[in-house]
């Protein structure tokens, strides 16, 4: 099994930056990408980024160009920078990782809030 403790979010203005971090611990082997989802009041959980091991990125149109996803050297990071931050931002965060076998694992998520 694999844990995760992200931490960052916050309190930001609109146009501001935040940066997310999440490391995972136990069976880190398994894991085949790390990634970001949000997920809004009243509205279902959407990804965000991710990135595999093998470097392949993904982002949500609504993130490109303000987002950057990287992963640490020893992939069992991950780090969500957060620039021009909007008020459609505000979300909880959650940490993910998808793996080889077995369901996907959620952090606990972490509230990000961009005020006007």
């Known amino acids: 099994q694999v844990q995760l403790v992200e931490s960052g979010g916050g309190l930001v203005q609109a146009g501001g930056s935040l940066r997310l971090s999440c490391t995972a611990s136990?069976?880190?082997?398994?894991?085949?990408?790390m990634g970001w989802y949000r997920q809004k009041p009243g509205k279902q959980r959407e990804l965000v980024a991710d990135?595999?091991?093998?470097?392949?990125?993904s982002y949500a149109d609504s993130v490109k160009g303000r987002f950057t996803i990287s992963r640490g050297n020893a992939k069992n990071t991950v780090a969500l920078q957060m620039n021009s931050l909007k008020p459609e931002d505000t979300a909880v965060y959650y940490c993910?990782?998808?793996?080889?076998?077995?369901?996907?694992?959620w952090g606990s998520g972490t509230l990000v809030t961009v005020s006007s």
């Open positions: 993910n990782t998808q793996h080889y076998i077995g369901v996907p694992t």
């Open positions: 136990g069976s880190i082997f398994s894991i085949r990408s």
């Open positions: 990135v595999t091991n093998s470097g392949i990125i």
